[in-house]
């Protein structure tokens, strides 16, 4: 299902540490599917904005991780970032300068902002609004703040996989987790 070669640069027991502090279904909308595809999105953005991979892949873990519900949780990033930041040395290893990127990626992922100046922080960002189409929503470009994310052919290459809400191989293969869609993807 990976149309691209994609190396992990995390420890997949990094995830199930994660999902076990997790409020929400792994399936859900911000759940665990949505970490893959953003990873996935990151991934394959990186490669081309020269971003960090490592903070990029970590970012999709966290970014949501500390969700208490579906809807309306402006507090969420910052409680992922805050997550992030007490498990680093315990769960995973990032220079100073690379958890601060991680910190702000996760922390004001949801602002709507395009401004900051690291393309690492921006490439996060662009990899998670790349997932919109999972909840119907359109990918508005003036919300990428990347060169690369603005391309058509990536766009629709994210949003086809995000509307179909398709799981990536290494969510099953190397995290060793089983999907089934929630009721309300069925629905749709």
Known sequence: MDAFDLQLHIDPGLVHRILDQFALSPSGAHGATHWARVLANG?????????????????????DARRINEGADPEHGQRGADLAREKLG??????????????DACAYHSDGRTDHPDVTVQ??????RLDLPRVGVSV????????????RELREWAGERGSRLL??????????????????????
């Open 90 to 103: 315990a769960w995973f290893e990032l220079s100073a300068a690379d958890m601060d990127r991680l910190y």
């Open 167 to 188: 799981v990536p191989d290494f969510y099953r293969d190397e995290w060793g987790l089983s999907y089934t869609p929630p009721k309300w993807a069925r629905a749709r």
């Open 123 to 128: 490439t996060c960002w662009d990899a998670d």
């Open 140 to 151: 508005d470009k003036r919300y990428l703040c990347t060169l690369a994310a603005k391309q």
């Open 43 to 63: 991934t394959r953005l990186a490669a081309q904005t020269g971003a960090r991979v490592e903070v990029v892949q970590l970012f999709a873990l966290f970014h």
